[in-house]
Structure formats: C-alpha cells, structure tokens
C-alpha cells in the first residue's frame, strides 16, 4: 500500500510539474559577422584568429617599417606619374575637351568613340591580337 502511494504522489508531481514547466523557441543566433553575427564580434574574432595561428610562412619577408613605408612611398610615387603621364596623353590625343564621336588610331589600338541619348560607348580594339574591349557610360 505504501508503494502505491509513493506512486501515486510521484505521477501527481510529475503531472504537476509538465503543467507548470514552459518551453521556449530555441533561436540560433550566429557569432561570426560573415553569416549574420553581430559586426562588433569582427575584432574579437581576427584576434582570435590570429593568436592560434601557429603556421608561419618561411618566405614572408620580415623587412623594417622603413623599408615598407620607403616602398609604399615608392609605389605612389609610381602610380602618380603614371596618372599624369596617361592625362597629358589623353590630353594631346583628344584635345582639352576630351572625347569626342570619331575614330581614333593609338599606337596599336584602334578607339572608336559613338554618343547617343542613353550615354557614351567606347570601342577599344587591339589591331594586334584581334582582342575588343566596348565600354558603354549611361547618362544619369
């Protein structure tokens, strides 16, 4: 007769219990910024990264701070002469006013300019391999 009782107030708790007890909806929310985690997680995770990152390259050059800022100061070097080289070119080419409707003969390449009402297209083609390139600028 005990052991029924036992039992009986066992089943009477644990009908009590599943009655009181509520359940939620699980929502996975993901950690990395990549796959919709929160962007502020970003500095947290390249950190992370970077100290278990035990793999070292043996080729990496391993040159002082002045010998890379002397390069990037050598690159935009470079890349500002070649800019205004390529503008005194188009310049003499095309006049101060730019481009305009024609044909036109640079060295191996031959540039067809043709503007319309939807904008301006450029034909780019390579007399010496055959290759074309056609640029198309819409006017807003």
């Known amino acids: 007769m005990k052991a029924l ?46 100290t278990q990152d035990l793999l070292k390259d043996p080729n990496a050059s391993t040159t002082s701070s002045l010998s890379s800022s002397f390069e990037s100061f050598q690159r935009s070097l470079n890349s500002q002469l070649l800019s205004q080289l390529s503008r005194n070119l188009i310049s003499d080419q095309f006049g101060e006013n730019g481009l305009s409707d024609g044909s036109y003969s640079i060295g191996g390449l031959n540039v067809e300019v043709l503007s319309d009402l939807d904008g301006i297209t450029i034909s780019i083609l390579d007399t010496e391999t055959g290759e074309q390139t056609q640029v198309a600028i819409p006017f807003y």
């Open 5 to 50: 009782f036992v039992k009986g107030v066992f089943l009477t708790l644990l009908i009590h219990m599943s009655l009181t007890l509520s359940a939620q909806q699980l929502v996975y929310q993901p950690v990395n910024p990549a796959f919709g985690g929160d962007s502020f997680n970003y500095s947290w995770m390249i950190s992370s990264a970077q």
